[in-house]
């Protein structure tokens, strides 16, 4: 395991020394070139995984302490060690639910302006495909906010995690829903979409 002076080394490869208001912090571009030394996608899971075991404050922006515990809790002393780690626990995400559910949880806050308890519709259309794999009923839920971007503005932190649960609950043919369960509101209208909508995209 890579000693503290050895991460605090490592983390001030990447660490915003310009800044002057005393934070010890990886921004966004710093968190970038991590990413590039990692060869990882900026457009895959990968790098919200790392954020998230890094323990990152919000989106590209990790703290040395949040860098510390997360690189000790991986076993993680070096560049390649740190790939082979998000990789794993990309891996993990396929036979552990409860790891996954908890990472995407997570996902809203770093989504979520500071003082605000929604995130952007917009903002949940550019990430739910990346977190979410190739499930159908995210992949849908997306095509359903694309095509209702003039009403549907904010997603609340009740819809982000239902929709998990439902993307289990789901049966294809959507014959399973009902409109007296207790799901969000937004669901009832979302499951009339995709029941008029082009049947080969619920698959």
């Known amino acids: 395991m890579a000693k503290g002076g050895d991460l605090q080394t490592w983390f001030i490869e990447y660490q915003d020394l310009d800044r002057t208001d005393g934070r010890v ?5 710093g968190f970038e070139k991590l990413c590039d030394a990692l060869e990882f996608n900026l457009e895959k899971i990968e790098p919200m995984v790392l954020l998230w075991k890094l323990n990152g404050v919000e989106l590209g922006t990790v703290e040395f302490d949040g ?3 997360g ?3 991986m076993n993680v002393k070096d560049i390649k060690g740190l790939k082979a780690a998000i990789s794993r626990t990309v891996q993990d995400f396929e036979n552990d639910s409860v790891l996954f559910k908890t990472f995407y949880r997570k ?3 770093y989504l979520r302006p500071e003082q605000q308890r929604s995130v952007s519709a917009e ?3 550019a990430v739910l495909p990346v977190v979410a794999g190739n499930s159908w009923v ?3 839920f997306v095509k359903y906010l694309e095509a209702n971007s003039d009403s549907i503005k904010v997603i609340s932190r009740d819809q982000w995690q239902s929709l998990l649960e439902l993307s289990k609950a789901l049966s294809p043919d959507l014959s399973n829903y009902s409109n007296e369960d207790a799901w969000p509101a937004m669901f009832d209208g979302f499951v009339d979409w ?3 909508s082009k049947p080969e995209a619920a698959k």
């Open 123 to 125: 903002d949940a259309v």
């Open 194 to 196: 995709a029941k008029n």
């Open 25 to 29: 912090v990886i921004t966004p571009e």
């Open 67 to 69: 860098w510390e515990s």
């Open 71 to 73: 690189m000790r809790a």
């Open 107 to 109: 996902v809203f806050d």
């Open 138 to 140: 995210f992949e849908k």
